[in-house]
């Protein structure tokens, strides 16, 4: 949209992490050539060609495994297992069996078969599902890139020459490329693509970089080079401002920063809404470091330990000793603090080495959490006697995921009972997490298993609304805010008044939905840890009895 007086155009979109940011926009419009370097034909050679493929398989690995490290050092642990997932990917034998097939029934270059296969594998994902497992669609399309590019010789990346404190401006964002945001000091980012639980929208949130998505054909609408103010608590980017339109920005901007700083002096204290209701504000953490940052910026708890990164990338399951090493590591900085532990959370979506990757028809709907552990109890019994060994250390919860029907919770329950009844101990309190429709309808039926419940409300929205949260095509549906959602939250608390309840998706970390979480009954938050601090804050304005 233009100004009638003026040059300044004013574009919309919707907020995947908030912020304020201003400076000159750079258009990225990918890769500068081809990456797809024609061979000989006369020289063509299979066994030369399936050699390349395995040395450029090996070198991605190495990569992958660097940049892991990186992500882990730089910006978040957590993150760091989406590039866990991209090397088991690459690596996976079915998938190498199919590139090499390829290469030898068609008698094509390692980089044809890379394309031809990797576009197979990324349209099965899009014809056979309606709802992608997570990011599948953004992982294939890396790894192919980055892949390619090892094959043609390759070693720079279009990324790297993004100019240092730009506004980036892309169709999308992949993993790999978020780490270049770091090092060019990126001010904020605009995407034609990406939801609120998109790879994007994760990185950029970690990294406290504002972005906005959902522009659309957003390398031809904005102009290069052009100034621009982003502001990405109300979705909107004023391009060729007026100096009276900067003037009123930047003191948005300064508000913004003083209710940060506010927020953060109190950070510390316990959250009381007005009428004297204490609501706990947890973290989600992944390893050690998540806890120590996590504890700085005034974390009540841990709210979700995510056990995942320590499975994944590993070619056996840890020993139970490797375990309980690994749960008292990360949980050493909140001694004498409430830590809920969700027990192994993985399926097709994050696959694991010596299960092996689980190709199925439509991974969101397949074996998951607790159905994969059903399946391998063996898993299952070592995480519960590992909290078991630590029960007297620290005060644990453990939390089930993808529950469904009641017998998903009543499983782990027997279990560990029959444990404890053997070491003559008390069972530490077992939750459910909501996150199926299934599981929020028939929430008093899991009552007599549980001893409270947490809504997982990323999945519990894409469930509902069977609209995958990385799928543009359906971008529309997937609304975490929506009223169904509360809807479905109420509806838990009105069948059980007494059970304790907390959220610990992305819903839980947007303050404009907090008073809204609280009047269905949530007494409990957990978040990524710098959003610990402004979620405090929010929930003491927030007065329950009006």
Not at 209 to 223: F, K, R, Y
Not at 325 to 341: Q, S, W, Y
Request: glycine residues 6%; negative net charge.
């Amino acid at each position: 949209m233009k100004d009638n007086n003026s040059n300044t155009l004013f574009f919309y979109g919707s907020t995947i992490s908030p912020g304020f940011a201003e400076g000159v926009l750079h258009l990225q419009r990918g890769l500068t050539g081809p990456i797809d370097v024609p061979g000989n034909l006369q020289d063509y050679s299979t066994e030369y060609e399936l050699s390349r493929l395995d040395q450029a398989t090996a070198k991605i690995t190495d990569d992958l495994l660097y940049l892991a490290g990186r992500v882990e050092r730089e910006i978040d642990s957590k993150l760091a297992e989406v590039f866990g997932v991209h090397s088991h990917i690459i690596n996976d034998k079915l998938l190498r069996d199919e590139l090499r097939k390829e290469i030898v029934d068609n008698l094509v270059s390692a980089s044809s078969a890379v394309k031809s296969v990797f576009l197979r594998w990324e349209n099965r994902f899009l014809l056979m599902e309606s709802a992608i497992a997570r990011e599948k669609g953004d992982d294939f399309r890396d790894i192919s890139i980055r892949l390619r590019n090892a094959l043609a010789g390759i070693t720079a990346h279009p990324f790297e020459s993004i100019p240092s404190g730009c506004i980036l401006v892309a169709q999308r964002l992949l993993p790999s490329e978020t780490i270049f945001l770091t090092s060019r000091s990126t001010k904020a980012v605009l995407l034609e693509y990406g939801t609120t639980g998109s790879h994007a929208a994760l990185f950029t949130r970690q990294m406290g970089v504002p972005c906005l998505s959902g522009i659309p054909d957003i390398l031809n609408a904005l102009p290069e080079n052009a100034y621009a103010l982003v502001n990405a608590q109300s979705g909107k980017v004023t391009v060729n401002p007026s100096q009276e339109m900067r003037a009123a920005f930047q003191k948005q901007e300064n508000n913004y920063a003083q209710i940060l700083r506010t927020s953060q002096t109190n950070a510390s204290k316990l959250a009381v809404t007005k009428d004297g209701t204490i609501i706990l504000v947890k973290a989600n953490v992944g390893c050690n470091d998540d806890s120590c940052k996590a504890i700085k910026l005034g974390a009540d708890g841990i709210g979700l330990y995510r056990l995942e990164q320590f499975y994944i990338g590993r070619l056996h399951p840890p020993s139970l000793d490797e375990l309980i090493t690994e749960l008292r590591h990360t949980m050493a900085p909140f001694k004498g603090k409430p830590v809920c532990i969700r027990l192994l959370d993985v399926g097709s979506d994050k696959p694991l080495p010596f299960i092996g990757f689980l190709a199925e028809s439509n991974p969101a709907l397949g074996r998951r959490g607790i159905r994969l552990m059903r399946e391998y109890p063996e898993l299952l019994h070592t995480q519960l006697k590992a909290v078991l060994a630590l029960r007297e250390e620290f005060e644990i919860q453990l939390l089930v995921p993808m529950v469904t029907l009641p017998e998903d919770i009543q499983f782990v329950r027997n279990i560990l009972d029959t444990l404890c009844n053997k070491l003559d101990i008390s069972s530490p309190q077992l939750g459910a997490m909501i996150e199926t429709p299934a599981a929020a309808l028939s929430a008093g039926k899991l009552a007599p298993y549980v001893d409270f419940m947490s809504f997982g409300t990323n999945d519990l929205t894409q469930y509902t609304f069977a609209a995958d949260r990385e799928n543009a095509t359906v971008e529309g549906y997937f609304n975490d805010a929506s009223d169904v959602i509360f809807r479905l939250i109420a509806m838990v608390r009105d069948e059980l008044p007494m059970m304790p309840l907390s959220v610990c998706g992305e819903l839980a970390g947007h303050p404009e939905h907090t008073a809204r979480l609280l009047q269905c009954g949530i007494n409990s938050l957990s978040v990524a840890a710098p959003l610990v601090a402004v979620i405090k804050e929010k929930i003491r304005s927030v007065d329950l009895t009006g």
